[in-house]
């Protein structure tokens, strides 16, 4: 029986694995129309030049043309292009790599999945080009400016099993970051908030209600106006340690997200974001070895002022 989950109708290429897109079940007329309608940025035009070239595939492994009708429930396989995509100087570094799992180093600025602007530029094609790992997968994100650890599984038969750990919470995550002091306010402490999706650019913001995350926070230096401190999320929501220290007037050095977009123009890497997933620890579900993983990277010196 064919799993539309698992296509084999179009290859990696250039550790770039092919899109997915589903008709809806309900529809009609020409697939064309619809993939011009639902991905604006592909002209006709494209479309039709990635048909002729075989590059629009449906799940069962018949070409795309012209004429093809909308089948609803149907899933189709293409691939994601760019004219053009800003160039990331900074590598990353392999600090672990077996039969089932890579764990990398991510320098700041670096994605980890194609989105936007980026595809090649990205922390898993990368990945998939230099070690010819098709299969490669990463079972947790951090963001793009965040610098640390990302595990992926390196095949698809164990995969979901090492996803499992960080969906039942099963991963010890901790994280540095450098952010303003505040002689007011005593660690170790505990911040517990609601975070919902704020409609704006992607942000997170606390709102009413009861507690969907947590975050143990410890001050491991510090001076007269900045620290160094430990975040350990007991949960994973998106932007969960930059929402919950700028909650706390202590927004991250460097942050150009929380508390207000500040966006730098592209190729600005004068100012990282002063955050590192440092380490990560679990129980092996395949072999009862407990694992612990280290960055090598750092975060800048305290500054003085």
């Known amino acids: 029986m064919h799993n539309s989950h698992d296509p084999k109708v179009l290859p990696v290429r250039d550790g770039v694995s092919p899109s997915c897109v589903v008709l809806p079940s309900q529809g009609g007329g020409l697939l064309i129309d619809f993939l011009c309608e639902r991905l604006p940025a592909v002209s006709r035009k494209?479309?039709?030049?990635?048909?002729?070239?075989?590059?629009?595939?449906?799940?069962?492994?018949?070409?795309?043309?012209?004429?093809?009708?909308?089948?609803?429930?149907?899933?189709?396989?293409?691939?994601?292009?760019?004219d053009a995509e800003p160039e990331i100087p900074f590598a990353a570094q392999v600090i672990h790599r077996d039969g089932h799992l890579l764990v990398a180093d991510k320098p700041h600025f670096l994605p980890v999945v194609p989105a936007g602007q980026y595809l090649q530029n990205t922390l898993l094609v990368r990945l998939k080009r230099e070690f010819d790992l098709p299969e490669l997968s990463p079972i947790h994100r951090i963001d793009r400016d965040t610098a640390g650890l990302v595990v992926f599984s390196v095949q698809r038969a164990t995969r979901g099993i090492y996803q499992g750990l960080f969906r039942d919470?099963?991963?010890?995550?901790?994280?540095?970051?450098?952010?303003?002091?505040?002689?007011?306010?005593?660690?170790?402490?505990?911040?517990?908030?609601?975070?919902?999706?704020?409609?704006?650019?992607?942000?997170?913001?606390?709102?009413?209600?009861?507690?969907?995350?947590?975050?143990?926070?410890?001050?491991?230096?510090?001076?007269?106006?900045?620290?160094?401190?430990?975040?350990?999320?007991?949960?994973?929501?998106?932007?969960?340690?930059?929402?919950?220290?700028?909650?706390?007037?202590?927004?991250?050095?460097?942050?150009?997200?929380?508390?207000?977009?500040?966006?730098?123009?592209?190729?600005?890497?004068?100012?990282?974001?002063?955050?590192?997933?440092?380490?990560?620890?679990?129980?092996?579900?395949?072999?009862?070895?407990?694992?612990?993983?280290?960055?090598?990277?750092?975060?800048?010196?305290?500054?003085?002022?």
């Open 46 to 82: 494209d479309w039709l030049r990635r048909m002729a070239a075989g590059q629009v595939v449906s799940e069962t492994g018949d070409r795309a043309d012209p004429a093809s009708g909308f089948i609803p429930g149907l899933r189709y396989y293409y691939y994601r292009e760019l």
């Open 169 to 305: 919470r099963a991963i010890h995550k901790v994280y540095e970051a450098v952010a303003p002091f505040r002689a007011d306010l005593s660690f170790p402490r505990e911040h517990a908030s609601r975070l919902e999706e704020s409609g704006h650019f992607f942000r997170m913001h606390e709102v009413a209600g009861e507690p969907n995350s947590r975050t143990l926070m410890e001050i491991i230096e510090h001076n007269q106006a900045w620290a160094r401190y430990r975040l350990s999320p007991v949960s994973g929501k998106r932007h969960q340690l930059r929402v919950h220290m700028a909650a706390l007037s202590l927004p991250l050095r460097g942050d150009t997200f929380y508390p207000v977009v500040n966006d730098p123009e592209h190729g600005d890497y004068s100012n990282p974001l002063q955050l590192l997933a440092r380490s990560l620890s679990f129980e092996d579900p395949l072999t009862g070895q407990v694992r612990e993983f280290t960055s090598r990277r750092s975060l800048q010196a305290l500054p003085q002022d």
